[in-house]
């Protein structure tokens, strides 16, 4: 099982459309869960955090299931703005690589 | 700066030659981090540092690949002999620490092409 598995897209919704991304992780023990986002031909951006209790901001939502292993993010009534790659990102045991495992992430594209 | 800083934004060099690729992080953090993204594809883990150390080298495509970090800010990446599949966005990141809790800053990227 890849550390972080992303449903790559693309994902092509209308204005308005609610949509939501799922991603798994395989390491039990992480603690520290992130939805990125990344524009064509940007650097990725912070997007928001992922907290047990799930949490949300504005039109975007995240839920962590722990048991399952996996977290979701929900975009609600979709802007052509939210166009972008979603990168999900889950902490690793302190190592040689770094604190984060990065995704390859999930296209979303909306369309008018 | 508020952000991190990358230059140069664009480099365009022939095979062959030598590239340096430099990086400022956020002023206060001690983590600094190095990715690879090749058009299309997701990132790849290249080197990181806490402090003026790297843990591990070893994510570092070849020997020709170096990275060093002084007075725990700048950093520079160093290219020898580039060759036409080193073509990509570099990517500098930092964080407070290597913390679990600490989310990685970008910077803008180096877009490194080989002719």
């Known amino acids: 099982r890849k550390e972080v598995e992303q449903d790559p897209g693309p994902f092509n919704v209308p204005e308005g459309a609610t949509v939501a991304f799922n991603c798994t992780y395989s390491n039990s023990a992480s603690q520290s869960f992130f939805w990125y986002r990344q524009d064509c031909r940007k650097e990725p951006k912070l997007l928001m955090s992922?907290?047990?209790s799930g949490n949300e901001d504005g039109r975007f939502t995240a839920q962590l299931n722990r048991a399952s292993q996996y977290i979701s993010l929900l975009i609600r009534d979709s802007k052509l703005s939210d166009s972008a790659t979603y990168l999900c990102v889950v902490n690793r045991d302190q190592g040689s690589q770094g604190n984060l495992i990065f995704g390859k992430g999930t296209k979303l594209s909306v369309k008018p | 700066g508020a952000g991190v800083s990358q230059s140069p934004s664009n480099k365009v060099t022939e095979k062959g030659k030598d590239v340096e690729l430099r990086c400022d992080p956020i002023?206060?953090?001690?983590?600094l981090y190095w990715y690879r993204q090749r058009l299309g594809q997701g990132l790849e883990f290249l080197i990181y540092?806490?402090?003026?150390?790297?843990?591990?080298k070893s994510g570092l495509p070849s020997d020709r690949f170096s990275a060093e970090r002084t007075g725990e800010s700048v950093s520079t990446l160093t290219i020898q002999r580039t060759q036409q599949e080193d073509s990509a966005v570099y990517l500098c990141a930092s964080s407070l620490g290597v913390g679990w809790a600490a989310p990685q800053h970008f910077g803008d990227g180096t877009r490194l092409s080989i002719l």
């Open positions: 992922v907290y047990s």
């Open positions: 540092f806490q402090g003026n150390s790297a843990p591990d």
């Open positions: 002023s206060g953090h001690t983590a």
